[in-house]
């Protein structure tokens, strides 16, 4: 404790008694208490915040890392599809082909576009 023992504890309670007298000694005892006390307090809320911090920070890391691995299968598994549609046309097919291989709704679009271009 900084290298104070105890005989240079009794010689600054000596000291204190004689400068402050024995009427406010107790009074700035309990002063001093409290004081430390307190302190005592705001340092450990502060290490609990700090490490509420450091562990939101870890979680949010992991979360981000989560949400950048499902957004890149995501997209590889949308690649892979588009891939899967373009190898699965031969190069030789027409156009009417290709129109059979649309979805439903991709037909019907097309066909209202010609009806409106042609009524």
């Known amino acids: 404790m900084l290298g104070i023992g105890m005989p240079e504890l009794i010689v600054i309670a000596v000291i204190a008694l004689i400068v402050i007298g024995p009427d406010k000694l107790p009074d700035l005892a309990k002063t ?3 004081i430390l ?3 005592k307090k705001a340092t450990n809320e502060f290490k609990e915040t700090m490490d509420v911090e450091s562990k939101l920070t870890e979680v949010k890391k992991a979360f981000d890392g989560i949400n950048e691995k499902d957004i890149v299968d ?3 598994a949308v690649n892979e ?3 899967i549609e373009t190898s ?3 190069p030789g097919d ?3 082909d290709k129109c059979d291989d649309k979805s439903d ?3 019907e679009v097309s066909k209202g576009i010609t009806k409106d271009e042609k009524g």
């Open 105 to 107: 709704i991709e037909k």
């Open 94 to 96: 027409d156009m009417d």
């Open 37 to 39: 006390g307190e302190l």
């Open 88 to 90: 699965s046309a031969s």
């Open 32 to 34: 001093l208490g409290r």
């Open 81 to 83: 599809h588009e891939n």
């Open 74 to 76: 995501k997209a590889e």
